[in-house]
């Protein structure tokens, strides 16, 4: 069964920084536009980036805009989130998806490939 799979992810201080990969197991990443969601605890997956199938274009949520960047490899079929000035209200579980909806909450999960998230805590 197709699916994606985030790594990278651990445990930051505040102000540090952190990437985080997202490969696949049966479809090929670069066919596909990728988004990065995130999942605090309590809260909804809201949607922080996207990237374009060429990596040419790239769409940020307000939240991460600056801090965050977005790229790809598509030699490697890998996707990269790297984080930079992180903070404590950055901590959640990080998701990749074929899915691309920056700066919105998802309310269905179907239609699109999902992976099983990696957590990033941001604490002293």
Same mark, same amino acid.
């Given at each position: 069964?197709?699916?994606?799979?985030?790594?990278?992810?651990?445990?930051? @201080?505040?102000?540090?920084?952190?990437?985080?990969?997202?490969?696949?197991?049966?479809? =090929?990443?670069?066919?596909?536009?990728?988004? !990065?969601?995130? @999942?605090?605890?309590?809260?909804?997956?809201?949607?922080?980036?996207?990237?374009?199938?060429?990596?040419?274009?790239?769409?940020?949520?307000?939240?991460?805009?600056?801090?965050? =960047?977005?790229?790809?490899?598509?030699?490697?079929?890998?996707?990269?989130?790297?984080?930079?000035?992180?903070?404590?209200?950055?901590?959640?579980?990080?998701?990749?998806?074929?899915?691309?909806?920056?700066?919105?909450?998802? =309310?269905?999960? @179907?239609?699109?490939? !999902?992976?099983?998230? =990696?957590?990033?805590?941001?604490?002293?």
């Amino acid at each position: 069964q197709a699916q994606l799979v985030e790594s990278g992810g651990g445990l930051v @201080q505040p102000g540090g920084s952190l990437r985080l990969s997202c490969t696949s197991s049966g479809i =090929t990443l670069a066919s596909y536009s990728i988004g !990065w969601f995130r @999942q605090a605890p309590g809260k909804g997956r809201v949607g922080i980036g996207c990237i374009s199938t060429s990596g040419g274009s790239t769409h940020y949520a307000a939240s991460v805009k600056g801090r965050f =960047t977005i790229s790809r490899d598509n030699s490697k079929d890998t996707v990269y989130l790297q984080m930079t000035e992180l903070k404590p209200e950055d901590t959640a579980v990080y998701y990749c998806s074929t899915a691309c909806l920056p700066g919105s909450e998802v =309310t269905d999960l @179907q239609g699109n490939f !999902w992976g099983r998230g =990696t957590q990033v805590t941001v604490s002293s």
